[in-house]
């Protein structure tokens, strides 16, 4: 079983940066493939991020590669979503994910809202 918790939401301006944090509980935290989500209102959650537990791998949505990157410091079983260049389309509620080898996640956050004003 995973807990995980989200932080770093908040407001900021076109063209500001974030960065989301993913707290995890549990073992083997490097075995675990993270991923993020994000729900804008109205429409349904689409994947943004992820990063594989054994190879450190990354893949990103068009949408927003080249200005966010995943990463993950396994001493402190934390994943992070860093958001540089943010636009007003960004804004959405933010989800971080888990699974071990499952092809869909097991695991959610409650979410943190981040919002981009223009």
């Known amino acids: 079983q995973v807990h995980l918790v989200e932080s770093g939401g908040g407001l900021v301006q076109a063209g500001g940066s974030l960065r989301l944090a993913c707290a995890a509980s549990g073992r083997t935290f490097s075995s675990y493939t993270f991923g993020w989500f994000r729900q804008a209102p109205g429409k349904e959650r689409d994947f943004v991020a992820a990063i594989i537990g054994s190879s450190g791998y990354t893949h990103y949505a068009d949408s927003v590669k080249g200005r966010f990157t995943i990463s993950r410091d396994n001493a402190k079983n934390t994943v992070y979503l860093q958001m540089n260049s943010l636009k007003p389309e960004d804004t959405a509620v933010y989800y971080c994910?888990?699974?071990?080898?499952?092809?869909?996640?097991?695991?959610w956050g409650q979410g943190t809202q981040v919002t981009v004003s223009s």
């Open positions: 994910a888990a699974k071990l080898q499952s092809v869909q996640y097991d695991y």
